[in-house]
Nanobody, 122 residues
Framework: QLQASGGGLVQPGGSLRLSCATS????????MGWFRQAPGKEREAVSC????????YYADSVKGRFTISRDNAKRMVYLQMDSLKPEDTAVYYC?????????????????WGQGTQVTVSS
């Protein structure tokens, strides 16, 4: 089970930290990802990481602004979002794979959280 939180309304240039609480599976062996879906658009990978904390993936649109991290002991995954832009507005989802390899493909993720709304607007 995945529970995402931390979304909200923020002004352009602001920051948010999304959190994903996990349970029911071995987080230390699972690749994790953050995805987002804006109205009328397909769900896209924002940032993903393998289970061994190797080099994470970032979408070009968020490179240098977002940072993914995990704390296996706390069973938490985070997405720090800085310098937010209006185009970052979307519902953000955390997802877990049942294997350890990094993937940006939604179909390869077995578990999904309920989503948290991020709105960037002045």
């Amino acid at each position: 089970q995945l529970q995402a939180s931390g979304g909200g309304l923020v002004q352009p240039g602001g920051s948010l930290r999304l959190s994903c609480a996990t349970s029911g599976f071995a987080l230390e062996y699972a690749a994790m990802g953050w995805f987002r879906q804006a109205p009328g658009k397909e769900r896209e990978a924002v940032s993903c990481m393998s289970s061994n904390n190797g080099s994470p993936y970032y979408a070009d649109s968020v490179k240098g602004r977002f940072t993914i991290s995990r704390d296996n002991a706390k069973r938490m995954v985070y997405l720090q979002m800085d310098s937010l832009k209006p185009e970052d507005t979307a519902v953000y989802y955390c997802a877990a794979r049942s294997s350890d390899g990094l993937s940006v493909t939604t179909a390869r993720y077995a578990y999904w959280g309920q989503g948290t709304q991020v709105t960037v607007s002045s």
